[in-house]
């Protein structure tokens, strides 16, 4: 069915059987095309919308059909729903690690995947007359530990060796640094906008991330006893109610620190953590404050005036941009944008890890771009053990099962020639405009600065990131008198001044012009 961003849906058959692997799509159509079900039952990885949206019009439609998942994804699923005022508990609660037949020669056991509370990978084990069948399936899921979720155990599937193995590749083959530095990072963000009077938007997904910051900023060092108020919208507040009645499901740790002082809401502990009031945020009287909303609200009606100068902290999700283009705040100079890391998801080095552990004759990479599912399966250490498969959307694929190893085909990378001319204080690389097709260049040239470097006889070119510049947001660029690298208003080597000629033209970093005003350190950038 779909794995991209149109939501996750996989139905696979083994031996007689038909499983729906999670069903998360915006449109369900195509399941309810015939007066039977689409398979013998469903699986839900876990409760985040991509995987679940379509489970409660799937079971309307079909009730017959058993949908299978962890007791915190049952549990979660509601807020999937919000405007349904009641929904009777639809999803079957399956034990860890514990196989269960659910049908004649059927087993599966689910483990736990980290990435949210409750999320699930499941093995599957199949008897045949001919032989014996098994298939893993991950969901999403992540190696590391987080605040509210233990990581997926790598000892637990070692060797296990199915015959496939389903597993996501959000984020292709980039590296992430270790989740404490990341943690580490957005509370210096968060900190240093605070410290110098600005209030900070956090707009999060209403599951998960929006409770990891809430908890990180209730235990980090950075904030621990510090006179603040963090608000919630309400949304986001829904989730964490769920969270608390989730409690016992979570790690040893959370039930510890939860024992000695409130989760979430408290007003007395420092910071204080409250729910928006029903007026909204023209209610708060006192700023700056950490205000986290649902990303699916429009962040800009909380950056009002009375808040002062605001700065607006954007995750950053693998192949898409991560926030709005500065020029949608031309005339909003009270607020920053910037973006931070914070992943939930494994990057290429766990995926990798993962894989080579579990040891399977067939890998499905699923759940990503198409151009970052393509960077996993170039990698020559993937190549040369396992057949590995990357089905577009609506494809169906045969996976032959056996001992012996058949290499598919991999995708050979095009190469794009060009011409240098050498100038007399540059260099010029002209290369051709095909190299634009590829969903790579949205990231390279996201900013139009790039660093080259010296690898051998090679010189490789790499796009710097908004991630890159905005570390180093609270440091004017050094450069020599009153030009454009040093102006307040120079942005992505645009200019930004409406007062200014060069308005919204590409600039160099030597330019100035009539109304120069400098980039004051501290300051974050336009």
Known sequence: ???????????????????????????????????????????????????????????????????????????????NWPEEKEISSFCQILPWRSPISLFENLQIQLFPAGHLPGAAGVILSCHTPQRDYSLIYTGDFFLSNSRLVEGLSVESLRGSSPDVLIIEGSYGTARHPRRRQLEQKLMGKIDTALSTGHSVLLPVPAMGLAQEILLLLRSHHQFTGRDVNIWVSESVAATCDSYLELLPLLPASVQNFASHQPLFWDEQV??????????GVEAIAEFPCVLLVDRAELWQHYCIPQGGTWVVLFPEYPGRISMPHPELLENSPDIHLQTYLLSEHSDGRNTAQLIHNIRPQHVLLVHGSSTYLTDLIALEELQNRYQLHSPATGTLLELPVGDRFIQPSVPIPVPHEGEIVELEESIRIILPHALMQSPHWQTFADTGLLEARWQGNE????????????????????????????????????????????????????????????????????
Request: proline content about 8%; overall charge positive; hydrophobic content about 35%.
């Open 1 to 79: 069915m779909g794995h991209g961003i149109e939501g996750v849906c996989l139905l696979i058959r083994m031996g007689k059987y038909r499983i729906l692997l999670d069903c998360g799509l915006r449109d369900i159509s195509e399941l309810l095309e015939s007066s039977e079900p689409p398979a013998d039952f469903v699986f839900c990885s876990h409760a985040h919308t991509d995987h679940a949206r379509g489970l409660l019009a799937l079971h309307r439609h079909f009730p017959q059909m058993p949908i299978y998942g962890s007791e915190a994804t049952a549990r979660l699923l509601p807020l």
């Open 459 to 526: 010189l490789v070119l790499r796009g710097l990131s908004q991630r890159e510049l905005l570390s180093q947001s609270s440091r004017p660029i050094q450069a020599v008198g009153e030009c454009c690298a040093n102006c307040h208003h120079q942005f992505r080597q645009r200019c930004f001044n409406r007062q200014s000629p060069l308005y919204g033209f590409k600039v160099t970093l030597q330019g100035c012009c009539p109304v120069f005003e400098q980039n004051v350190e501290g300051s974050p950038d336009p």
């Open 270 to 279: 420092l910071p204080r953590v409250r729910r928006l009031p029903e007026m």
